[in-house]
């Protein structure tokens, strides 16, 4: 469910950003990032991703790394710690790709073409929904951090049912 926050600010999230006493999260809103004043969103963790936050809080690597997503590189190069500003910080491209590559080898969605496939991206959309389902709009808005209402809608509504059609057989 974190996975509604996008590729950046998930990458982005740091463990000091974890208020487990509180049971909550803090979130820059990254188009906010330039205002006088930006914007955070304080996250309430239901069940589900306070499980999922203590998961990735109790890696091995936590001593090392200050992000709550981290991965030790297979090879650490010059280029690597000078592309991020910590060695073992995801890059939002590189979780994309993660995901990619892994549910291409579950093999479930082998029966897709490539295009038809599910993105992180439309995971993204899935779990907006599923979570405004679960626990209300607002809680799933505050996650998915959408500027605007209609935005919200477009991603909340692809995955809507459709209204049932009426057939009459005469």
């Known amino acids: ?29 990254g188009k906010t990032a330039n205002y006088k004043k930006p914007i955070f969103i304080q996250v309430d963790m239901h069940p589900e991703l306070r499980q999922a936050v203590l998961f990735c809080m109790e890696s091995r690597f936590t001593f090392i790394c200050p992000y709550l997503l981290h991965a030790m590189p297979k090879k650490l190069t010059q280029q690597i710690r000078e592309s991020k500003s910590h060695h073992m910080a995801m890059t939002p491209q590189w979780l994309t790709n993660e995901f990619a590559k892994y549910r291409d080898k579950s093999g479930i969605f082998d029966h897709l073409t490539p295009e038809e496939k599910p993105t ?42 459709d209204e049932p059609v009426k057939i009459s057989y005469r």
């Open 120 to 161: 992180l991206h439309e995971i993204r959309a899935l779990g907006e929904y599923r979570v405004m389902q679960r626990y209300g709009k607002d809680y799933a808005k505050a996650l998915a951090g959408h500027a605007t209402e209609a935005m919200f809608e477009h991603y909340v509504g692809r995955h809507k049912p």
């Open 1 to 29: 469910m974190v996975k509604l926050l996008g590729n950046s600010r998930l990458t982005k999230l740091k463990r000091d950003d974890i208020d487990l006493q509180n049971n909550t999260f803090t979130v820059k809103q």
